[in-house]
T-cell receptor, first 115, second 115 residues
Framework: AQSVTQLGSHVSVSEGALVLLRCNYS??????LFWYVQYPNQGLQLLLK??????LVKGINGFEAEFKKSETSFHLTKPSAHMSDAAEYFC?????????????FGQGTILTVHP | DTAVSQTPKYLVTQMGNDKSIKCEQN?????MYWYKQDSKKFLKIMFS???????INETVPNRFSPKSPDKAHLNLHINSLELGDSAVYFC??????????????FGPGTRLLVL
């Protein structure tokens, strides 16, 4: 069975500061991992995904994430936060070949960016 | 040229009513999904169809009945609406279920309020 835990339901940073959103997963087979962003009253937009190529994945808007199998983690980072990054971020996992594409989401992390 | 579209965007209705939500994708994808996001923003899969065939049914009450008239459409009909059905319902699609086809693209959501 697959599951995702996002540590910290709220993260607050200053504009220009490092953003670090934590995600740990559990999967019985090699996983696909995703980060999605949701702006208020909008749908989910894909930020980036890991599908077994490079372990450091670059996404849109300057975000990147590193897959660490030994730590079962897929933390999301951005070197310098921008006001427009304020949103809710969801980490998700699906299991290769067994889950029929089913995405299991973490509980989400709300990112607040202060001027 | 919206990729995944849903109608209506907002739906306010009385308990006991029957309502439908429609989803269409113009990406040529084979697989479509319905997710429910509750008031705590937790996202959970409800159904998935691949080539018009049901492949995931996540113990959703049988008051919910998905219908896929063709690969580009996946509609959700809800009978005898209950207060607990109030949520945001997201439709998503992915190219398919094979390796490399796993990325899901989400619609803007339908905000259902049952009074």
């Amino acid at each position: 069975a697959q599951s995702v835990t996002q540590l910290g339901s709220h993260v607050s940073v200053s504009e220009g500061a490092l953003v670090l959103l934590r995600c740990n997963y559990s999967s019985s087979v090699p996983p696909y991992l995703f980060w999605y962003v949701q702006y208020p009253n909008q749908g989910l937009q894909l930020l980036l995904k890991y599908t077994s190529a490079a372990t450091l994945v670059k996404g849109i808007n300057g975000f990147e994430a590193e897959f660490k199998k030994s730590e079962t983690s897929f933390h999301l980072t951005k070197p310098s936060a921008h006001m427009s990054d304020a949103a809710e971020y969801f980490c998700a996992v699906s299991e290769r070949g067994t889950s029929y594409g089913k995405l299991t989401f973490g509980q989400g992390t709300i990112l607040t960016v202060h001027p | 040229d919206t990729a995944v579209s849903q109608t209506p965007k907002y739906l306010v209705t009385q308990m006991g009513n029957d309502k439908s939500i429609k989803c269409e994708q113009n990406l040529g994808h084979d697989t479509m999904y319905w997710y429910k996001q509750d008031s705590k923003k937790f996202l959970k899969i409800m159904f998935s169809y691949n080539n018009k065939e049901l492949i995931i049914n996540e113990t959703v009450p049988n008051r919910f009945s998905p219908k896929s008239p063709d690969k580009a459409h996946l509609n959700l009909h809800i009978n005898s609406l209950e207060l607990g059905d109030s949520a945001v319902y997201f439709c998503a699609s992915s190219p398919g279920l094979a390796e490399g086809q796993e990325t899901q693209y989400f619609g803007p959501g339908t905000r259902l309020l049952v009074l």
